[in-house]
Structures are given as C-alpha cells and as structure tokens.
C-alpha cells in the first residue's frame, strides 16, 4: 500500500516481495542475530516466556488464516493443538520416532484431523460454524481423556528433542528449536496470504457466495484453510508438549481457544503483523496481572488470596470489548497509521 | 425397563432446564440477530444474586426471587446498552465477539467472588420424591420443570397477545419495517436484553439448587448455546424440543454407554447430537430456513 519514499518498483517481484530494501534486509538480519543472542544474555524468565509467546504466536498464526483470512471462526484450536501435541508424544514415546520427524508428521496429522472441524462448513458458516468448533472441542477432549493410547486422565510423558547426544532439555535450549520454526511459519503464513490461495481466502471472507459466483470453490479451499490452521496447531501443540515434557488435558482447555481468538481480534483480523502485536499485547497482559495481583490482594483483602485468575480474565474481557468497540480493525491497523505517518515524516501529505 | 422409564424422567426434567438456557438465547437472537454467549454468565449471575439475597441477607424466598431477578434485568440491560448498542450497524460477527468479551469479563468476576469455591443454598423448594409412571421423580425437580413450563407459557402468550410481544415479533422480522410502523427498536433491543436475562436468571437458579453453584456453571450457558442451535436458533418451541430432546438423549446414553466406556459420555451427548443435526439439518429442527443472496 504505502511506499518508503524514492523506492519504486519496476517488476511484480519487486512489488510482491516481503523485504522490500537492502537496508531492510540488513535490519532484519540484525535484529534476528540480536534476538537469537537472548538465552545467551536474558534471564531464565525471560527466555521462556519468549518460548510461550512464540509457541502461542504459531497457533495464532494457524487461526489468524481461517479466522482472520478465510472468515471462518474457529473455537477448536486448543482442541487441535491438543491433537499435535499427543500425536508427537505417541509418535516419540510409544512408536520410537525422533522429534524432528515427529514435528511435522504431526502437524499434518493434525491437519487431517482438522478437515473433520472444517467438514460442517461444507452446510454451515458464521456463528453455526463457530458453535459447531466449540462442540469438536468437547468432543476431541472426551476422546483423549477415554482412549488409553493417550494415557486417559494421566496424559502422557514426552522426551525432549535431541541431535546426537545432545538434548535440548531446557528453555534456554528449546528457544534454538521454536523460534526457528516460528520465523519459518511466519514467513509460510505471510507467503501464503499473497498467493491465489491466499486471495480466495480473502474473497470468500468477504462475501462466500461471491466467491463461489466468481469461480473459487468455497468448500475446496475452506478446507485448505482449516488444514493449513490445524497443521500450525499441530506444531504449535507438538512444541508446547515437548517444551514442558508432558501432554494432559489441561494444557488445552476452552478457555485457551477463546484466548487465542481474542488475540487476533486485538491484533486485528487479516493481518499477520497483527498476530505478533495480539499475542504480546494479551499475554503481557496476562503475565502483568500475575505480578500485579498480589499487590492488589493486600491492598483489596476482599478479592481473597489468589485473584490472578479472576482478574486476568475481567482485564482480558475489558481489552477486548475496548478494541471491539472503539478499534475494531485491531492493533494492526494503528501499527499501518504509525508506519504511514513515519514515512512521510516531516510531511503531512 | 423400569431404569429406561427412570432416565428418561430425569432426562425430561433436566431438558426442560436446558431449553430455558436455550430460549434465552433464542429470544435474543430473533429481534437482535445476535447470538449471544453472554447467557451463560447471565445464569451464574442470576443463581448468585438469588444465592447472596437468600444465604446472605436472610430474607425470605419470594424477596429473594424478585430482587434476585431485578439484579438480573438490570445486567442484561447494561449489557445491551454498554456493549451492544454502541455495535449496531457493525457486522454481526462484531456483535457476536462482543458477547464472547461480555462472558470473559463476567467469568473473571464470577471466579474473583467465588473463588475457587462453590456456595450452595439450602433447598428451598418442597423435597422428597413421589413415584410417576413407576419411576421415582424428586419433587424439587418437578417444581422446577414446572417453573419453567409456566415461563414458556408466559413466554408464547407475551409474544401473541402483549404489545411489546408483538413489537418484539416485528422487530425480529425487519428492523427497518419495524422502525417505519413506529416501533422503537431501541427500547425492543432493551426489553429483549431485559427479558432474556430474567429467563436466563430463572434458569440459573434452577439449575443452581440441583448442582451447586460453581465454576462451571455459566458454561452450562455453552451447552444452552448447542440447544438452541439444535433446536433452530430463532424457534421458541424448537428451544423446548430441543431441551426436552437433548436431555433424555444425555441421561439414557449415560446411563447405557457410562459403564461401556468409562464416564463422561454425559458431558459430549449434546455436542454429538449437535454436529449430527448440523450436518442433516443446518438450520436446526424447526429452525427457518434463510435463502441466501448475494
């Protein structure tokens, strides 16, 4: 949309392209070089939050291109991370694969597995959809609490990554495996959204039967796009199994999904920039709750000893009704004005 | 034979406390086009303002049941008019998050005033158990199927013969016809909110003295939610069918496959159903069917 001043371009390549100047492409070698020297400087703290935000960014990601791109809502993502996450512990644990094969096998597997919560579009969308993801939630869970491959209500134990004989078994450690793969998926979500796969997402947002006149076959690519979703689940499940060496119910709740879809609302729907700010903005939210939330327990005795949980979710809630009344379009779109108005700084116009 | 006709009582008067949940939504789904997740909390809310009046104050039931309702009408119209409102002429999808921020925010106050706990009242209904049809029935229950077989009654003849009822009929057919007969579809908005909240108040009290009130209960809302998809999201009558229905469904399937599979099947019964009945039925059972144009 906007261009740096006295930048043009000449091919559809230049045009297209993600990195547009040289200057940007030293920036962001830069800043990724930096930011994979944090273990080496950052606290422990700081590292595995880092390690939470980019395994929640991946799943966002998924969401963002069947929520944000393809306009269908998904409630089931925890459910699908949960599916990734148990595939990679059976295929490590019980069928002796490494990590490195089970990380994408159980991204598709998940995948698969998503055609199942994308199978009703086929007759149903809106808020018939996003119900019927929430009723694949319930169900997912009740089946990996009641079959004894996944370990009914024990969950099961996972093996951390490993190359020869080195194991990644700590934060600082796992940092190395997720970002990587958080940076590729990124970049496959950002690649993706300017492709004709991506442009038929958008198109049947917009307006499905549209679409459908204008020759895209909606529940082709419905389809896609619960796939596409479900395999960054998937990984994203997969890592957060392996991060914490365990899989249980628990990890995936309901509660989980709606966070999820509240982030990409606050980051703003169809933008993958967006996923960053939504993820950061919420759980640091989050994470300022649970340091504030003893302060606020002595100074107001009667929100009891714990209100953590209580008060994350009312400040969430409060978030997200601000951003849907009064910002609609999201973080992503302040963040384009900023960029906009910086471009042309000392200029108005 | 004796323990089907049993599962199947229970199964009813349970329904009949679904479908209350449901038509809750379902009332505000037909004049506002939103489908709401905020009944849920509405529930809670209800069960906890009836159980602070009753438990705390001491006063006596009938206070307890007008007050406890009050507090309710009064959430659902700041809902309407603090969340909703300020959304009208966005897409419906806005309206439909804005509900979801709604359940977050009331979830975060419903868990910082329980805290981890559940509140219980004592039971304030006539008990005991009397036998129907060879099976055994508790009378709590009953009453309170009965409570909510009166609220649909109430409920049908607002809509035929109260002018707000009729108001609210139009305003669910065409918000601009309405505008041009006179109605305000404002204050429609506003009374819907009001009166789907008492429903779901009701609701929350009922199901409140059968299981507590705790944590999970708004998300009894969720389950409301399938009901009334199930049932047809703008069908009033498809709301009760659909309760009566899915709570059979859940206690005989309970009662046959629990031992089978060890537990639980209660909990997923109504979500089977539900993406069985989206996949024949997208619309719901009596729900209407809506021509798409572009």
Wanted: glycine share 10%.
């Amino acid at each position: 949309m906007w261009r740096p001043s006295g930048t043009f371009d000449e091919t559809y390549r230049q045009d297209m392209a993600i990195v547009r100047t040289p200057l940007r492409w030293a920036l962001v070698i830069l800043a990724l070089g930096l930011f994979f020297l944090t273990p080496v400087f950052g606290s422990y703290y700081i590292v595995s939050f880092l390690n939470l935000l980019a395994i929640t960014i991946i799943a966002v990601m998924g969401l963002q291109i069947v929520t944000g791109y393809c306009g269908q809502v998904s409630f089931g993502q925890a459910a699908f991370m949960a599916v990734g996450g148990y595939a990679s512990a059976i295929l490590t644990g019980k069928m002796g694969f490494s990590f490195w094969v089970a990380l994408p096998v159980a991204g598709i597997i998940t995948g698969l597995y998503g055609l199942l919560g994308g199978a009703p579009s086929m007759r149903i969308k809106g808020f018939y959809l996003a119900v019927a993801t929430i009723a694949i939630h319930f169900v997912t869970m009740w089946l990996l609490l009641h079959l004894s491959i996944t370990g009914r209500s024990h969950g099961l134990i996972v093996e951390p990554p490993q190359i020869g004989s080195f194991v990644f078994d700590t934060d600082e450690r796992m940092f190395y495996i997720i970002m990587p793969v958080m940076l590729i998926l990124t970049y496959g979500a950002r690649n993706l959204v300017r492709t004709r796969v991506g442009r038929a997402f958008v198109a049947i947002r917009d307006n499905d039967l549209a679409a459908q006149v204008m020759g895209i076959n909606c529940f082709y690519y419905k389809m896609l796009a619960f796939f596409i979703s479900c395999f960054y689940a998937g990984v994203a499940g997969c890592l957060w199994g392996h991060l914490t060496m365990v899989c249980h119910p628990e990890q995936f709740t309901l509660l989980h999904a709606l966070w999820y879809i509240g982030m990409v609302i606050v980051g703003g729907m169809g933008s993958i920039p967006g996923v960053f700010f939504g993820v950061i903005l919420i759980r640091g939210l989050d994470e300022l709750v649970l340091i504030a939330s003893p302060v606020f327990a002595e100074w107001f005795p009667w929100l009891g000893s714990a209100p953590a949980a209580g008060l994350g979710m009312t400040a969430f809630g409060v978030v997200l009704a601000v951003f849907l009344i009064w910002e609609p379009r999201g973080l992503a779109h302040r963040w384009e004005v900023l960029k906009a108005s910086l471009r042309l700084y000392p200029f108005a116009h | 034979m004796t323990d089907f006709l049993q599962l199947v009582l229970l199964g009813l008067l349970e329904g009949g406390l679904y479908a209350l949940v449901a038509a809750s939504i379902v009332l505000v789904y037909k004049s506002t086009h939103v489908v709401s997740l905020a009944h849920g909390q509405l529930m809670g809310f209800g069960a906890l303002a009836f159980w602070f009046v009753l438990v705390k104050l001491h006063m006596p039931l009938l206070v307890a049941a007008v007050l406890a309702l009050g507090f309710t009408a009064m959430m659902g119209w700041a809902i309407e008019r603090c969340a909703m409102r300020p959304l009208i002429g966005q897409p419906l999808f806005a309206a439909f998050l804005i509900t979801f921020a709604v359940f977050l925010m009331m979830d975060g106050i419903f868990q910082l005033i329980l805290r981890g706990e559940s509140a219980s009242f004592a039971a304030f209904l006539p008990e005991g158990q009397i036998v129907l049809a060879g099976a055994p029935a508790p009378v709590t229950q009953l009453v309170s199927f009965g409570i909510c077989l009166l609220l649909f009654l109430g409920l049908a003849l607002l809509f035929q013969y109260t002018k707000i009822g009729l108001g609210m009929r139009a305003t669910a057919e065409d918000h601009q016809l309405a505008q041009s007969v006179g109605i305000s579809v404002r204050s429609i908005f506003s009374a819907i909110w009001v009166l789907s909240a008492m429903v779901a108040a009701v609701a929350g009290v009922a199901l409140a003295n059968v299981m507590d009130i705790y944590y999970p209960l708004p998300y009894l809302g969720i389950k409301g939610l399938t009901v009334a998809l199930v049932g047809g999201l703008d069908s009033v009558p498809g709301a009760l069918l659909a309760g009566l229905l899915l709570g059979i469904l859940e206690n005989v399937s309970a009662g046959y496959l629990d031992p089978l599979v060890g537990g639980g099947v209660k909990e997923v019964a109504a979500y089977v159903l539900l993406l069985f009945i989206l996949l024949i039925k997208p619309y719901g059972l009596l729900g209407l069917v809506r021509i798409e144009r572009i």
